[in-house]
């Protein structure tokens, strides 16, 4: 892979490329497209790891996301400098990476579900169950279609967001550039891949897939347009752009130091544990620093941080080389040698945060919610006579989701799971209520 056509500047939908403008680079109007876009806004209230929370001291999905494009920026900014000189490119600032960067973190969120990775289980669960049940005659959908929605994936809705859904009529959705699309794409692969042909790659991109089968030919677009490197002929499935490296390390570190420093905030997790787990990476003298417990907790998360980013930034020069050339596939932070102490805050987060009563009992209501209301959807729409409450259930479908007379099956399910998956926590909460008749 060449960094010159990586770092295209062309828009998916448009022909032509765009008059270059210093001072609003293209990849800054990236940035401020996802910013307004419908979808960006939802995340304020959709879960990152406290669903529900009336605790404002916590992260949503909207503030981790701002977080990540912040670190995201840093990081390509620190690596940016180094592949000019490295490489004598012309025509690029160190910033464009930041801006590239800074765009795509603050996307990569932005297809998830309610309720987080739980509501990603309930869609693929619900789908499994209403799909045994219906699909008796064996042609619903095809098998690469059906494995879409039997492993419902959030990152590929974020690229169906991004390239249709941000703004269905026009031709690319948000018309992004096809470098910040290709740095979104964590896992730049289709759902459908037999076993034997993933055997021949192992690697972190292929643990998921980053786009559905109606988006396929969309992709492959971005793929070809910064020069990616197909890993197969037969199937649509493609090495990661570079820069994916750092967004998903950007991630890493966020969710790592900050779902930490969450725990504390919440009252799971002892000031005296946090602080130790903050200060095995920081290391500060934290005699020069005065303040309260939760001041202290805010500096070393600072300072933890930014040693973490500066290293990351070396790991990803130090194996360029691999990575231009597709034999690279790996985390950055895994290869940190604070692998050590971020593996130790996984373990006591998982086990004093996401294992909480309060946080599983809300996961489990999230499942029922989103499982119920999905099967009730799909029914009332592929049901060519359906009962009376699915006929009602048809009329509180949006004008975007409603069903055309020229639709496929396929077509219609993407239609409830644009629906189910767009909704926030609380308005798939109150809906199911009242669908319920908890609450009218």
């Keep these: 892979m060449e960094w010159q056509q990586l770092l295209s500047r062309k ?14 680079t293209s990849f800054l109007k990236d940035y401020d497209r996802i910013v307004y876009s419908t979808a960006f806004r939802r995340l304020k209230d959709k879960t990152q790891v406290f669903p529900l929370s009336k605790n404002a001291d916590v992260r949503t999905r909207l503030i981790h996301s701002l977080e990540v494009s912040c670190v995201g920026r840093s990081l390509g900014r620190m690596v940016g400098d180094q592949i000019i000189k490295r490489h004598q490119l012309q025509a690029i600032e160190a910033a464009d990476f930041g801006d590239i960067l800074s765009a795509a973190c603050l996307a990569h969120d932005i297809g998830n579900p309610p309720f987080g990775h739980a509501g990603e289980d309930a869609i693929q669960t619900a789908f499994q169950k209403w799909y045994a049940r219906k699909n008796r005659s064996g042609a619903l959908i095809n098998p690469l279609e059906k494995a879409d929605f039997d492993r419902f994936e959030g990152n590929a809705q974020g690229f169906r967001i991004l ?12 018309q992004l550039t096809c470098t910040t699309l290709a740095t979104f794409a964590k896992y730049p692969r289709e759902s459908f891949i037999p076993q034997r042909t993933l055997a021949r790659h ?8 980053g ?19 197909r890993r197969s002929p037969k199937v649509a499935w ?30 799971y997790l002892p000031f005296a544990a946090v602080k130790d787990k903050l200060q095995s990476i920081a290391d ?4 020069q620093y005065d303040g309260s417990e939760v001041e202290t907790i805010k500096r070393l998360r600072a300072k933890a941080i930014n040693r973490l980013v500066k290293e990351v930034a070396q790991i990803f020069l130090d194996h360029e080389p691999d990575i231009l050339a597709g034999k690279f596939d790996q985390s950055l932070v895994a290869l940190s040698c604070f692998s050590p102490q ?25 499942f029922e919610v989103l499982g119920d209301l999905l099967t009730d959807f799909l029914t009332a729409t592929l049901e060519k006579q359906p009962r009376p409450k699915g006929k009602l259930l048809r009329f509180m479908l949006p004008p975007e989701h409603q069903v055309a007379a020229d639709d496929d099956n396929y077509a219609k399910i993407l239609k409830v799971t644009d629906y189910i998956a767009g909704m926030t926590d609380l308005q798939a909460t109150l809906l199911y209520q009242q669908l319920r008749g908890i609450s009218l």
């Design 163 to 174: 390239t249709k859904l941000g703004l269905p009529h026009r031709p690319g959705g948000l």
């Design 342 to 366: 971020l593996k130790e805050i996984e373990t006591i987060t998982t086990n004093a945060v996401f294992h909480h009563a309060n946080v599983v009992r809300i996961k489990i209501a999230g």
């Design 238 to 267: 493609w090495c990661r752009h570079p820069l994916t490296f750092l967004m998903e390390a950007a991630d890493d570190l966020c969710y790592s130091i900050v779902d930490l420093e969450d725990g504390f905030h919440m009252g």
């Design 202 to 209: 192992p690697g972190k991109s292929l643990q998921k897939y």
């Design 211 to 229: 786009f559905f089968q109606a988006e396929k030919d969309l992709f492959t677009e971005v793929a070809e347009t910064v020069g990616l490197i």
């Design 284 to 287: 500060i003298d934290l005699n």
């Design 11 to 24: 828009r998916l939908g448009k022909q032509q490329l765009e008059e270059h403008q210093f001072e609003r």
